[in-house]
């Protein structure tokens, strides 16, 4: 089995050193592919954390052979 990670076109850096008295600004625009968009992702407010859901997603894919949330159509399984 061949393993390709694509689709970098919204990939960004992320400042995430923090300053006295200073937060970090969270990161708004909603983004990714149905299968591996986070939660947080949907909420417009998160950080750089969210790949870890998106790497636990293909793990699982791996393990499993199929994606953790299952539906006819994008919006089914973004719900």
Same mark, same amino acid.
Do not use: H, R
């Given at each position: 089995? /061949?393993?390709?990670? #694509? =689709?970098?076109?919204?990939?960004? @850096?992320? /400042?995430?050193?923090?300053?006295? /008295?200073?937060?970090?600004?969270?990161?708004? =625009? *909603?983004?990714?592919?149905?299968?591996? #968009?986070?939660?947080? !992702?949907? /909420?417009? &407010?998160? &950080?750089?954390?969210? &790949? @870890?859901?998106? !790497?636990? *997603? !293909?793990?699982?894919?791996? #393990?499993? %052979?199929?994606?953790? @949330?299952? %539906? &006819?159509?994008?919006?089914? !399984? #973004?719900?």
């Amino acid at each position: 089995m /061949n393993i390709k990670l #694509i =689709d970098f076109k919204s990939a960004a @850096i992320f /400042n995430t050193k923090k300053k006295k /008295n200073f937060m970090t600004p969270l990161m708004k =625009d *909603v983004v990714g592919s149905a299968y591996y #968009i986070a939660p947080e !992702i949907l /909420n417009s &407010d998160y &950080d750089e954390k969210c &790949d @870890i859901w998106s !790497i636990g *997603v !293909i793990f699982y894919m791996l #393990i499993v %052979g199929k994606p953790p @949330i299952q %539906g &006819d159509n994008e919006l089914e !399984i #973004i719900k």
